[in-house]
Protein backbone atom coordinates (compact mmCIF):
# COMPACT_ATOMS: atom_id res chain seq x y z
CA UNK A 1 0.00 0.00 0.00
CA UNK A 2 1.98 2.74 -1.13
CA UNK A 3 -0.19 5.80 0.65
CA UNK A 4 0.44 9.04 -1.07
CA UNK A 5 3.13 9.23 -3.81
CA UNK A 6 4.74 12.43 -5.55
CA UNK A 7 7.20 13.24 -7.77
CA UNK A 8 9.97 14.23 -8.69
CA UNK A 9 11.76 14.43 -5.52
CA UNK A 10 14.04 17.12 -6.23
CA UNK A 11 13.77 20.00 -8.85
CA UNK A 12 15.75 22.42 -10.18
CA UNK A 13 14.70 24.89 -12.13
CA UNK A 14 15.68 28.41 -14.21
CA UNK A 15 13.63 31.35 -13.11
CA UNK A 16 10.64 31.99 -15.70
CA UNK A 17 10.48 27.92 -16.32
CA UNK A 18 7.55 26.14 -15.33
CA UNK A 19 6.66 22.77 -14.09
CA UNK A 20 3.73 20.29 -12.56
CA UNK A 21 4.50 18.50 -9.26
CA UNK A 22 2.00 15.22 -9.33
CA UNK A 23 0.46 13.59 -6.41
CA UNK A 24 -1.51 10.77 -6.58
CA UNK A 25 -3.30 8.73 -3.34
CA UNK A 26 -4.66 5.25 -3.40
CA UNK A 27 -6.29 5.43 0.36
CA UNK A 28 -9.83 6.57 -1.82
CA UNK A 29 -9.33 9.44 0.41
CA UNK A 30 -11.95 13.09 -0.42
CA UNK A 31 -9.31 15.55 0.19
CA UNK A 32 -5.92 16.54 -1.12
CA UNK A 33 -3.76 19.60 -0.22
CA UNK A 34 -0.68 21.17 -1.58
CA UNK A 35 1.70 22.45 1.53
CA UNK A 36 4.96 24.40 1.17
CA UNK A 37 7.56 23.89 4.07
CA UNK A 38 10.09 27.01 4.13
CA UNK A 39 13.21 26.37 6.89
CA UNK A 40 11.80 27.58 10.65
CA UNK A 41 8.33 27.59 9.63
CA UNK A 42 5.00 25.69 9.37
CA UNK A 43 3.75 24.38 6.46
CA UNK A 44 1.64 26.38 4.26
CA UNK A 45 -1.34 25.62 2.41
CA UNK A 46 -0.92 26.74 -1.17
CA UNK A 47 -4.28 24.80 -2.38
CA UNK A 48 -6.66 22.29 -1.74
CA UNK A 49 -9.48 20.05 -2.98
CA UNK A 50 -12.08 19.10 -0.26
CA UNK A 51 -13.56 16.88 -3.04
CA UNK A 52 -12.86 15.50 -6.88
CA UNK A 53 -13.91 18.16 -9.18
CA UNK A 54 -13.75 20.90 -6.44
CA UNK A 55 -10.25 23.13 -5.86
CA UNK A 56 -9.79 26.00 -3.36
CA UNK A 57 -6.90 28.82 -2.52
CA UNK A 58 -5.18 28.90 0.48
CA UNK A 59 -2.50 30.62 2.43
CA UNK A 60 -0.25 31.07 -0.57
CA UNK A 61 -2.19 30.39 -3.98
CA UNK A 62 0.21 33.15 -5.96
CA UNK A 63 1.80 31.68 -8.21
CA UNK A 64 0.26 28.62 -8.05
CA UNK A 65 -2.48 26.30 -10.26
CA UNK A 66 -3.97 23.04 -9.90
CA UNK A 67 -5.57 19.96 -10.98
CA UNK A 68 -7.69 17.43 -9.41
CA UNK A 69 -7.85 15.23 -11.86
CA UNK A 70 -9.71 12.62 -10.57
CA UNK A 71 -10.39 11.27 -6.94
CA UNK A 72 -6.63 9.63 -6.91
CA UNK A 73 -4.79 12.74 -8.45
CA UNK A 74 -3.86 16.30 -7.40
CA UNK A 75 -1.26 17.92 -9.11
CA UNK A 76 0.33 21.60 -8.82
CA UNK A 77 1.77 23.80 -11.56
CA UNK A 78 4.18 26.51 -11.40
CA UNK A 79 3.57 28.25 -14.32
CA UNK A 80 7.01 30.47 -14.15
CA UNK A 81 9.16 29.84 -11.66
CA UNK A 82 10.64 32.60 -9.16
CA UNK A 83 13.11 31.96 -6.83
CA UNK A 84 10.92 32.77 -3.83
CA UNK A 85 8.65 29.20 -4.89
CA UNK A 86 12.78 27.64 -3.33
CA UNK A 87 11.05 25.18 -1.11
CA UNK A 88 10.17 21.82 0.19
CA UNK A 89 6.75 20.97 -1.37
CA UNK A 90 4.46 18.48 0.55
CA UNK A 91 1.35 16.88 -0.94
CA UNK A 92 -1.39 15.50 1.71
CA UNK A 93 -4.59 13.66 1.74
CA UNK A 94 -7.14 13.05 4.13
CA UNK A 95 -10.66 11.18 4.40
CA UNK A 96 -12.82 14.01 4.55
CA UNK A 97 -11.10 17.21 5.91
CA UNK A 98 -13.23 19.91 6.97
CA UNK A 99 -14.79 21.24 9.58
CA UNK A 100 -15.23 19.24 13.01
CA UNK A 101 -13.62 16.66 11.16
CA UNK A 102 -10.60 14.87 12.89
CA UNK A 103 -8.18 16.07 10.32
CA UNK A 104 -5.50 13.41 10.07
CA UNK A 105 -3.54 13.84 7.17
CA UNK A 106 -0.96 11.78 5.29
CA UNK A 107 1.81 13.36 3.40
CA UNK A 108 3.83 12.28 0.02
CA UNK A 109 7.48 12.36 0.60
CA UNK A 110 8.15 15.66 -0.42
CA UNK A 111 9.65 17.64 -3.14
CA UNK A 112 12.82 19.68 -2.94
CA UNK A 113 12.20 22.54 -5.34
CA UNK A 114 15.05 24.91 -5.85
CA UNK A 115 14.67 27.97 -8.72
CA UNK A 116 17.97 29.75 -9.69
CA UNK B 1 -4.52 37.46 12.08
CA UNK B 2 -4.09 33.71 12.78
CA UNK B 3 -1.26 32.67 14.88
CA UNK B 4 0.08 30.09 16.79
CA UNK B 5 3.07 29.81 19.14
CA UNK B 6 5.02 27.10 19.89
CA UNK B 7 8.96 27.18 21.61
CA UNK B 8 11.59 26.91 18.55
CA UNK B 9 13.72 24.62 20.13
CA UNK B 10 13.40 21.86 23.52
CA UNK B 11 15.79 19.74 24.65
CA UNK B 12 15.67 16.83 27.17
CA UNK B 13 17.45 13.64 28.06
CA UNK B 14 16.52 9.95 27.24
CA UNK B 15 14.26 8.51 29.63
CA UNK B 16 12.94 11.87 30.66
CA UNK B 17 9.37 13.61 30.22
CA UNK B 18 8.98 16.75 27.62
CA UNK B 19 6.17 18.93 27.18
CA UNK B 20 5.49 20.72 24.35
CA UNK B 21 3.41 23.46 24.02
CA UNK B 22 0.70 25.42 22.12
CA UNK B 23 -0.88 28.59 22.08
CA UNK B 24 -3.16 29.68 19.39
CA UNK B 25 -5.33 32.18 18.36
CA UNK B 26 -7.58 31.97 15.31
CA UNK B 27 -10.67 32.97 13.91
CA UNK B 28 -12.15 29.64 13.83
CA UNK B 29 -11.37 26.34 16.08
CA UNK B 30 -12.75 23.07 15.74
CA UNK B 31 -9.51 21.01 16.76
CA UNK B 32 -5.69 20.93 17.67
CA UNK B 33 -3.33 18.09 15.85
CA UNK B 34 -0.31 17.45 16.61
CA UNK B 35 2.46 15.70 13.70
CA UNK B 36 6.08 14.46 14.53
CA UNK B 37 8.40 15.49 11.17
CA UNK B 38 12.35 14.01 10.96
CA UNK B 39 14.84 15.65 9.54
CA UNK B 40 14.33 15.35 5.53
CA UNK B 41 11.32 12.95 6.48
CA UNK B 42 7.08 14.15 5.94
CA UNK B 43 5.05 15.18 8.74
CA UNK B 44 3.29 12.26 10.42
CA UNK B 45 0.13 12.36 12.41
CA UNK B 46 0.04 12.23 16.42
CA UNK B 47 -2.49 13.19 17.36
CA UNK B 48 -5.90 14.95 18.07
CA UNK B 49 -7.90 16.91 20.23
CA UNK B 50 -11.36 18.27 19.65
CA UNK B 51 -12.35 18.38 23.15
CA UNK B 52 -11.01 19.71 26.33
CA UNK B 53 -8.79 17.30 28.24
CA UNK B 54 -6.22 14.58 27.64
CA UNK B 55 -5.38 12.26 24.79
CA UNK B 56 -3.49 9.50 25.44
CA UNK B 57 -1.67 7.24 22.41
CA UNK B 58 1.01 4.96 24.01
CA UNK B 59 3.88 6.94 25.29
CA UNK B 60 2.56 10.60 23.63
CA UNK B 61 -0.34 12.46 25.08
CA UNK B 62 -2.26 15.30 24.29
CA UNK B 63 -4.24 18.23 26.17
CA UNK B 64 -6.32 20.85 25.36
CA UNK B 65 -7.69 23.71 26.84
CA UNK B 66 -10.17 25.97 24.81
CA UNK B 67 -10.68 28.47 26.94
CA UNK B 68 -7.28 28.82 27.20
CA UNK B 69 -6.11 28.61 23.63
CA UNK B 70 -3.88 26.43 24.45
CA UNK B 71 -2.44 22.83 24.51
CA UNK B 72 0.49 20.69 25.20
CA UNK B 73 1.33 17.32 23.67
CA UNK B 74 3.69 15.46 26.36
CA UNK B 75 6.41 12.35 25.62
CA UNK B 76 7.25 9.56 28.21
CA UNK B 77 10.25 7.74 28.46
CA UNK B 78 11.69 9.71 25.98
CA UNK B 79 13.83 7.65 23.19
CA UNK B 80 16.47 8.61 20.82
CA UNK B 81 14.19 8.20 17.47
CA UNK B 82 11.82 10.31 19.41
CA UNK B 83 14.46 13.52 17.84
CA UNK B 84 12.32 15.61 15.43
CA UNK B 85 10.18 18.51 15.29
CA UNK B 86 6.76 18.73 16.36
CA UNK B 87 4.73 20.49 15.03
CA UNK B 88 0.60 21.85 16.41
CA UNK B 89 -1.85 22.37 13.88
CA UNK B 90 -5.33 24.02 14.12
CA UNK B 91 -8.52 22.80 12.83
CA UNK B 92 -10.08 26.50 11.07
CA UNK B 93 -12.28 26.77 8.58
CA UNK B 94 -11.73 23.78 6.63
CA UNK B 95 -8.02 24.07 6.58
CA UNK B 96 -5.18 23.46 9.15
CA UNK B 97 -3.05 26.43 10.19
CA UNK B 98 0.04 24.91 11.23
CA UNK B 99 3.01 26.63 14.05
CA UNK B 100 6.63 26.83 13.23
CA UNK B 101 7.66 23.63 14.88
CA UNK B 102 9.37 22.64 17.83
CA UNK B 103 12.70 20.97 17.19
CA UNK B 104 13.32 18.36 20.24
CA UNK B 105 16.99 17.85 21.08
CA UNK B 106 17.37 14.53 22.94
CA UNK B 107 20.26 13.65 25.23
CA UNK B 108 22.29 10.50 26.12
Known amino acids: NAGVTQTPKFQVLKTGQSMTLQCAQD?????MYWYRQDPGMGLRLIYYSASEGTTDKGEVPNGYNVSRLNKREFSLRLESAAPSQTSVYFC???????????????FGSGTQLSVL | GQSLEQPSEVTAVEGAIVQINCTYQ??????LSWYQQHDGGAPTFLSY??LDGLEETGRFSSFLSRSDSYGYLLLQELQMKDSASYFCAVNSNYQLIWGAGTKLIIKP
Open chain 2, 49 to 50: NG
Open chain 1, 27 to 31: MNHNS
Open chain 1, 92 to 106: ASSETGGEGTNEKLF
Open chain 2, 26 to 31: TSGFYG
